[in-house]
């Protein structure tokens, strides 16, 4: 089992930065990918970005490429996601996953969710 919790959201303006962090624990920390998703009230869950366990590939919506940045540090067990140049369509509850397997990493399917962290982003 796997368990994860994000931290770091909260209200901002337009235009600031957000940290959030996804810690993993449990059996073993051995994954395929990490990944950070959201869910905006009334609206579907959507990638956010992607990063594998070994560090070779980040993967980004193109909503948020260039603002947002996703970084891992497997001797802390976390993952990270740096959001810059925040917009109001950046609103919504954001969640980490984990995948074991080989997967799609903007697809999945992940075998294990945060409950997640919220942001808002005030104009």
């Known amino acids: 089992q796997v368990q994860l919790v994000e931290s770091g959201g909260g209200l901002v303006q337009a235009g600031g930065s957000l940290r959030l962090s996804c810690a993993v624990s449990?059996?073993?920390?051995?994954?395929?990918?990490m990944g950070w998703f959201r869910q905006a009230p009334g609206k579907e869950r959507e990638f956010v970005a992607a990063?594998?366990?070994?560090?070779?590939?980040?993967y980004y919506a193109d909503s948020v490429k260039g603002r947002f940045t996703i970084s891992r540090d497997n001797a802390k067990k976390t993952v990270a996601l740096q959001m810059n140049s925040l917009k109001p369509e950046d609103t919504a509850l954001y969640c980490c996953?984990?995948?074991?397997?080989?997967?799609?990493?903007?697809?999945?399917?992940?075998?294990?969710w945060g409950q997640g962290t919220q942001v808002t982003v005030s104009s």
């Open positions: 449990g059996r073993t920390f051995s994954s395929y990918v």
């Open positions: 990063i594998l366990w070994s560090g070779s590939s980040t």
């Open positions: 996953g984990v995948a074991r397997n080989m997967v799609v990493p903007t697809r999945g399917p992940y075998d294990y």
